[in-house]
């Protein structure tokens, strides 16, 4: 992947990379070279900064956005939903995969879908263990920019990336970093974006 980020002012956003989403239950076309293409593109940030094993490396935040549901979910197929049960809180399913796992920060991971009777795709949906929103940290941190990847294209990327757009911040999204549900509704949600002003590189 061609890097051409700024990190002044910036912030990486991490959506579901979770063991379900890559081979689990809801396991996404492209999911594993997402997760390779995320960890090549953080050590290469990481490279020249101090601070490499730390989460803000550097001054670029990173923050991961994590489904974090209740075994009876209102998603979930057995209690009415559209979707296998997935992300589970405590489970193998729910944990960020291995290799980016270490740039996590308990201050800047966000838990979206923890109430039974609600369906949340957007991370703005989601708090922190502090009950901080993602946008309040963003406002907090000063940032601008927003670097959006993660799992999967046509849903929760699509609705946070929009939605960090909808609040002000530039956003663009790293193509290489997705991982997704079904092959065109990939291709046509980068389109949607470009159309939306969000930058897709």
């Given at each position: 992947?061609?890097?051409?980020?700024?990190?002044k002012?910036?912030?990486?956003?991490?959506?579901d990379?979770?063991?379900?989403?890559?081979?689990?239950?809801?396991?996404?076309?492209?999911?594993?070279?997402a997760?390779?293409?995320?960890k090549?593109?953080?050590e290469?940030?990481?490279?020249e900064?101090e601070?490499?094993?730390?989460?803000?490396?550097?001054?670029?935040?990173?923050l991961?956005?994590?489904?974090?549901?209740?075994?009876?979910?209102?998603?979930?197929?057995e209690?009415?939903?559209?979707?296998p049960?997935?992300?589970?809180?405590?489970?193998?399913?729910?944990?960020?995969?291995?290799?980016?796992?270490?740039?996590?920060?308990?201050v800047?991971?966000?838990?979206?879908?923890?109430d039974?009777s609600?369906?949340?795709?957007?991370g703005?949906?989601?708090?922190n263990?502090?009950?901080?929103?993602?946008?309040?940290v963003?406002?907090?941190?000063?940032?601008?920019?927003?670097?959006?990847?993660?799992i999967?294209?046509?849903y929760?990327?699509?609705n946070?990336?929009?939605?960090?757009?909808?609040a002000?911040?530039?956003?663009?999204?790293?193509?290489d970093?997705?991982?997704?549900?079904?092959?065109?509704?990939?291709?046509d949600?980068?389109?949607?974006?470009?159309?939306?002003?969000?930058?897709?590189?």
């Amino acid at each position: 992947m061609k890097r051409t980020i700024k990190t002044k002012d910036s912030a990486l956003v991490v959506t579901d990379m979770l063991y379900d989403f890559i081979d689990g239950t809801l396991a996404c076309a492209g999911a594993n070279e997402a997760v390779a293409a995320l960890k090549e593109y953080i050590e290469a940030i990481a490279a020249e900064s101090e601070n490499d094993e730390d989460a803000i490396l550097g001054g670029y935040p990173v923050l991961f956005i994590c489904d974090h549901h209740p075994a009876n979910h209102s998603s979930f197929k057995e209690f009415g939903g559209i979707w296998p049960t997935h992300c589970v809180a405590g489970t193998r399913g729910g944990e960020v995969h291995k290799a980016i796992e270490c740039y996590r920060d308990d201050v800047f991971t966000f838990y979206k879908g923890c109430d039974a009777s609600k369906e949340q795709y957007s991370g703005f949906e989601g708090v922190n263990e502090a009950g901080q929103s993602l946008e309040e940290v963003l406002s907090l941190l000063e940032i601008k920019t927003v670097y959006v990847t993660g799992i999967a294209t046509e849903y929760c990327v699509k609705n946070t990336a929009e939605d960090i757009k909808k609040a002000g911040y530039n956003v663009v999204v790293l193509k290489d970093c997705l991982g997704y549900v079904d092959a065109k509704g990939h291709e046509d949600t980068l389109k949607e974006f470009t159309s939306k002003g969000i930058e897709v590189i």
